[in-house]
């Protein structure tokens, strides 16, 4: 069985392609707001979320990604979570490691960087060679 992996993130182009890329390897469900976020976080409690921050409606601050970060580590504390976002800064960074977050990638992303994260944080109990 694939590891599940939530994907989070209101741009549908990006969706579109970690959703392609990561698909022959994981199980993936995608979100593209708080609640959607949430409600499949819940119901499918993925091994991996990738979470964007600028999520609507207050896209120009973090503060909804932020949101999902504490709501996943609180409710599914062993959902790994890579934060994935053009919000590049040392604060936000700290702040994501603060709430919880394991890995942290800058938009844009590197394909490889990306895969070669994800088979770090995946399941050790699953071959993914």
Known sequence: ???RILIVDDDEAITQQLFWTLSDDYDVV??????SAVRRATVYEPAISILDLHLPPETASPDVG???LEYIKGHLPKTKVLVMTSA???HIREECFAQGADEFLNKPFD???LISTMRRMAPHSLDLA
Do not use: G
């Not at 995608?30 to 609640?35: G, I, R, S």
């Open 1 to 3: 069985m694939k590891p």
């Open 30 to 35: 995608t979100a593209n707001d708080l609640a």
């Open 88 to 90: 590049d800064s040392a």
């Open 66 to 68: 932020l949101r999902i």
């Open 111 to 113: 394909t490889e960087l």
